[in-house]
């Protein structure tokens, strides 16, 4: 420990000077968040919460959310390959499984695969205003999965202020023939107001086996609808519909050497995301006090099909993954006396159902669960200056039984500018429908326990907002119960006792790990004048494998780069150039290990990229961007190439 506190210091002092945040401090700005599970103050969070705005989204022109959330404070991301191929977004050192996502109120994991988490590879920024990242665990308001942190997307916003009709749309061309399409359109109505969003992409790609020489291509439609309308002075009916449309190809191990390459296989995946919401305000809906409940329903529904043209034109293997929940949630807000004191109540109930079933030319599997969970927090400001939250959850999972979750937090003001906050949370993910399985000859195991993490933050913020802040967060998470994959033992007796069964002749899945995620995240950012801005972090991050006995304790985890760092330059110049923008950003990732046994390593690389937009009339604008500068040529995967230079330019309308 004393090891780790002095490196930690060490490393701090070295980059004070940088500390990035591509997107504003979620603190900064007075708004208000829902990735902590309702809408809070932002400045009664007590978290570490980042938020990228419509704004910043404009200004990164086009591309895939992950790569934007790349660049926030401990956030790395692991891709698969070409545009489209499989993306995980790990916070904090955590398993990429073990983020939640959340688009809309949904939750849009797949719980089809194996881990159950969301693939980001087709979730694109053409219909989204705005992205939230928690980063710690967080399973009070959100139950199963929030371990590593949550990631909340908003898509298109339907309220229009003063009322009319308006929106944009864009077009784009570039590297490897890319070709992007998107547009939003937002209409008020009165008392109901919708926003229609929709986008087009496709591109040549690159090959995803670092060897390989064919290119590997990407194609996809999407189309994203949100309404909300006023029903009288005191409900709001609120809805929400995603659909996207994807195909990538795919590289595989093909006969006679069976080795990582070239495949004519391709991969169709369809989702669909969507809910519906009707939320009382006895008090009237423009009210801030008082009391509201909302009653809501959503689903997420994935569907894969894997084809390989050489085995005929039946898919090779298909998924299937589906989840509903039914929730009720109650919130109660005293009105503020002149001390400052303000009680909050925030309270739920929810139902989940989930059903998956997986199929190749051999065999096929299917199952389904429910979980019904309840959850209570107290959002309580004792002073003008003080704010807490405590908080308790309970799930009853039909399979494994309960998991009872808790989180305290506490912020402290000191003066106008510093905030100091502490928090303890705890996390669990429920073992997945795949995991779960008792079906023979498949890989489940029935008697698995969740996984269960207890997480630990102190910070200080110091803001002068608008112009400059800094925000230092030191964190440790200890998982136990860890999900893997074991090979079953010789023996009269063999453990897990599944094996005994003599359906597992491959392996099946235990809880043995133990693993511990902790370091220092620093970002900041300062308007160093009218026209320049500059935002910068840098992340340490220690994530260690503690298996007890194992070969392997003490060993870094794969794939999490202990150094993180961003830093971007703005510049607005004004004048003749008045509503040009222009930018920098660079992005570092440290050396890793693609393997348990830290046998193969990932070598550390920086990314640089340059953006610049100008409008040529009134609500037109061109713009272009190139990513990856310099060329350099790296993996996020070992054996899985990655994109080179890529320039691209595009123009937009907005109206």
């Not at 194609?219 to 659909?243: H, V």
């Not at 689903?299 to 299937?320: T, V």
């Not at 207890?454 to 136990?480: C, K, M, N, Q």
Request: glycine share 12%; hydrophobic share 40%.
């Amino acid at each position: 420990m004393k090891s780790f506190f002095w490196k930690s210091t060490l490393s701090l002092v070295a980059v004070a000077a940088a500390s990035p945040a591509w997107a504003q401090d979620a603190n900064a700005d007075g708004s208000t968040i829902t990735v902590v599970g309702d809408l809070l103050g932002a400045d009664q969070s007590n978290a570490s919460v980042s938020a990228i705005d419509a704004a910043a989204i404009r200004r990164a022109q086009n591309g895939t959310a992950a790569d934007l959330i790349a660049r926030l404070p401990g956030v790395s991301i692991t891709q698969y390959g070409t545009l489209g191929s499989v993306s995980n977004v790990r916070i904090r050192g955590a398993e990429g499984e073990q983020t939640l996502v959340v688009i809309d109120g949904v939750r849009v994991g797949d719980p089809s695969s194996p881990g159950g988490g969301f693939d980001f590879a087709n979730l694109m920024l053409g219909a989204i205003d705005r992205i939230e990242v928690l980063r710690g665990a967080n399973s009070l308001p959100w139950g199963s999965q929030a371990i590593g942190g949550v990631v909340a997307i908003s898509t298109t916003e339907p309220d229009v202020v003063g009322g009319g009709t308006s929106g944009r749309i864009g077009a784009e061309y570039g590297a490897r023939d890319t070709a992007r399409v998107n547009g939003q359109l937002r209409a008020d109505l009165g008392a109901s107001q919708f926003g229609l969003g929709g986008g087009y992409v496709r591109t040549d790609g690159i090959s995803n086996a670092a060897v390989g020489t064919e290119r590997d291509g990407y194609r996809q439609y999407a189309l994203n609808l949100t309404n909300r309308t006023e029903i009288g002075n005191t409900l709001t009916f609120r809805a929400f519909g995603l659909y996207a449309d994807s195909r990538v190809d795919l590289d595989g191990f093909a006969p006679p050497t069976y080795s990582f390459g070239d495949t004519a296989e391709y991969q169709k995946t369809r989702e669909h995301y969507a809910a519906a919401s009707v939320e009382h305000r006895p008090g009237g809906n423009d009210s801030t006090t008082g009391f509201s409940h909302k009653l809501a329903f959503g689903f997420a529904d994935i569907n894969r099909d894997n084809f390989d043209p050489a085995a005929g034109s039946d898919p090779s293997f298909k998924a299937r993954g589906r989840s509903e929940r039914l929730s009720y949630s109650i919130d109660w807000l005293t009105a503020g006396n002149a001390s400052g004191q303000q009680v909050r109540l925030i309270a739920g109930a929810e139902r989940e159902w989930t059903r998956s079933l997986t199929a190749d030319a051999f065999s096929s599997d299917s199952g389904r669960t429910a979980t019904t969970g309840l959850w209570a927090m107290i959002v309580g400001k004792p002073t003008e200056t003080l704010s807490v939250t405590a908080g308790v959850r309970r799930d009853d999972h039909r399979d494994f039984g309960g998991a009872t979750s808790l989180a305290f937090d506490a912020g402290q003001k000191l003066g106008d500018h510093v905030t100091l906050r502490a928090s303890y949370r705890e996390g669990f993910k429920a073992p997945t429908l795949f995991q779960l399985s008792d079906t023979a000859g498949a890989y489940g195991n029935p008697d698995l326990q969740p996984e269960r993490a207890r997480a630990y933050e102190v910070g200080v913020r110091i803001a002068a907002a608008p112009l400059a802040f800094i925000d230092i967060a030191w964190y440790r998470r200890d998982t136990r119960n860890l999900i893997d994959f074991v090979s079953c033992p010789a023996g009269p007796n063999p453990l897990p006792p599944i094996c005994a069964t003599g359906n597992r002749p491959f392996g099946t899945y235990d809880n043995i790990n133990r693993a511990r995620g902790q370091g220092v995240e620093v970002e900041g950012a300062v308007q160093l004048s009218p026209a320049l801005r500059f935002s910068a972090n840098y992340s340490l991050v220690v994530a260690t494998d503690r298996t007890p006995g194992s070969v392997y304790e003490g060993n870094r985890l794969a794939r999490r780069p202990k150094h993180l760092a961003n830093a971007e330059l703005g510049w607005a110049p004004g004048g003749a150039f008045t509503g040009a923008d222009l930018s920098i950003a660079a992005r570092y990732a440290g050396k890793s290990f693609d393997d348990r046994a830290n046998n193969v390593t990932l070598d550390d690389y920086w990314l640089v990229d340059l953006r610049a937009s100008y409008p040529l009339v009134a609500g037109i604008e061109v713009y272009g961007r190139i990513e990856n500068l310099f060329d350099t040529d790296y993996q996020t995967v070992a054996g899985y190439g990655t994109a080179g230079r890529s320039a691209y330019v595009g123009v937009r309308w907005a109206f």
